[in-house]
């Protein structure tokens, strides 16, 4: 993660965003009231699916059940209806 003040921040502020882009490098943002984190937008969307994907009870542990499954005992996709 870059740490950078505001004041250089404002001065780069178009090089540190496409680095965040390209690189998916956070940003923390300081300032004298506070810091703040600038992510990439897939960062983010990430972020929030994983978030998303934690809430659902059980979900975790059928994910962990299910890697433990010889695949040889699974259906091939090939065989699902979608």
């Not at 703040?36 to 937008?41: M, Q």
């Not at 897939?42 to 975790?60: A, C, Q, R, V």
Request: net charge negative; hydrophobic share 35%; with cysteine.
């Amino acid at each position: 993660m870059t740490n950078i003040n505001i004041t250089n921040f404002r001065k780069d502020i178009y090089e540190l965003l496409e680095r965040t882009i390209k690189y998916n490098e956070p940003i923390n943002v300081s300032t004298k009231n506070g810091n703040a984190v600038i992510l990439s937008e897939e960062d983010y969307n990430n972020l929030m699916e994983t978030l998303y994907i934690s809430s659902i009870p059980g979900l975790k542990e059928d994910i962990i059940e299910g890697l433990k499954e010889d695949i040889k005992d699974c259906v091939d996709e090939k065989e699902v209806e979608w």
